[in-house]
């Protein structure tokens, strides 16, 4: 279905429910088609799926639903999860005052997780008002607390995270909390100097090793070369036996030696183990439709190879689906250019710059995917 026509469905859809209330056959089809429609477009202002969701939480059917209706509330917790990433807190209030539900998990974690992944720090002032829970474990993001340091590795901002990093320390987020690495190596990880000063204020523990290398925060930092966080983490940190002149600069010297280096890294023979390790779990991400975990495992494995097309085109998918389509199609570039002759990147290429409604450019896109193979159904389809 074509863009314009989901618009004028959803449309139709909302009106029809705004006649008959009750009717459960038409607000199911309204939030199905709702749900598609938000997967393929993404979230601005100028979406015209905001302002017929914003209208939505408005309209009548909200008013109607008591009793027995109140349970179908629990299809619209998609909509304020939607509209954490566009950062529309006024319509998740809304939405939230009519019932939708506050913790319920869609794709890769709950509202919360999302909010704080796309540094959504209105959003997460009305969820928290809410009752969130902050402790909250997504299978792929952790805790929501984990998810917003680990946001800035896909390019959030350092002050946009601490800020939301203080809205949930403050609503009770449990600053020492390993499902894999604590927040505080997460930090480090990301050489986020001024959360690991915060979360150490707010009482994080330095001596909760990584869980990947055993090693310490203060070894950890100390690998990547950042005197100031090393500086940060020792006054709190316990003296480890291995490190025989137990100083700033001591640790700083260990650290380059051949054992704190091998400690932490990952031998270069399981090299391509690893990243088909990674795409495998890529793989099963992207069929249980969590596509913003797939994302991360491909990214992952292209550290570790960043020539290899199939990886990139796999992201562009995701990145689509996710709503990042300009993300999709620096992917999608990057793959016809690795492999220009492999259909599936021009069909990438396509399908993201319909997306970014660049259509001329999408039909030649789709045109070269149909010329290197003009059996291929699925570029067909598309075409006619």
């Known amino acids: 279905m074509a863009l314009k026509e989901y618009e004028e469905a959803c449309t139709a859809f909302m009106a029809g429910t705004k006649l008959n209330p009750l009717n459960d056959e038409m607000q199911d089809a309204f ?11 993404p979230l601005t202002e100028t979406n015209p799926y905001v302002d017929i969701c914003r209208e939505a939480a408005k309209g009548m059917m909200y008013e109607h639903m008591a009793g027995k209706r109140r349970q179908h509330m629990k299809h619209y917790s998609i909509c304020p999860n939607l509209y954490l990433r566009a950062g529309h807190d006024e319509v998740a209030r809304l939405l939230l005052s009519r019932g939708a539900s506050i913790d319920i998990a869609y794709f890769h974690g709950t509202p919360l997780h999302i909010a704080a992944a796309y540094g959504k720090a209105g959003v ?7 009752h969130a829970d902050p402790n909250k474990v997504s299978e792929e993001l952790g805790t929501p607390l984990v ?8 390019g959030l901002a350092e002050s946009v995270s ?9 609503a009770g987020a449990d600053v020492n909390f390993s499902d894999r690495d604590t927040p505080l190596v997460v930090a480090i990880t990301n050489g986020l100097t001024n959360c690991i000063k915060y979360l150490l204020k707010a009482g994080a523990d330095p001596n909760i090793p990584t869980c990947d290398c055993g090693a310490l925060p203060i070894q950890l930092a100390a690998s990547y070369g950042r005197r100031k966080d090393v500086e940060l983490l020792f006054p709190l940190t316990s003296p480890i036996r ?7 600069e001591g640790i700083l010297a260990q650290a380059k030696s051949e054992h704190a280096k091998s400690k932490c890294s990952k031998p270069k023979e399981d090299g391509q183990n690893e990243k088909a390790q990674l795409k495998l779990c890529g793989d099963k991400a992207v069929k249980r439709k969590d596509y913003r975990g797939a994302s991360n495992f491909y990214s992952q494995a ?16 995701c990145n689509l689906q996710i709503g990042e389509a300009q993300k999709a199609l620096l992917d999608a570039d990057r793959c016809v250019e ?33 010329k290197l193979d003009p059996a291929n159904a699925e570029t067909e389809k598309v075409m006619w």
């Open 147 to 154: 998810a917003t340091l680990h946001a800035t590795s896909q």
């Open 124 to 130: 997460m002032k009305v969820l928290l008002e809410h």
């Open 338 to 370: 690795l492999r220009p002759k492999w259909v599936k990147g021009h069909y990438r290429e396509g399908a993201a710059l319909m997306v970014l409604k660049e259509h001329k450019k999408a039909f030649e896109a789709f045109l070269n995917a149909l």
């Open 31 to 41: 939030c199905c088609m709702l749900r598609d429609m938000s997967v393929i477009m």
């Open 242 to 248: 291995a490190v025989s002149n137990w100083t700033v």
């Open 162 to 170: 601490l800020k939301c990093v203080k809205l949930l320390v403050e």
């Open 302 to 317: 292209l550290e570790l190879d960043y020539f290899d097309a199939t990886l990139y085109s796999n992201r562009s998918l």
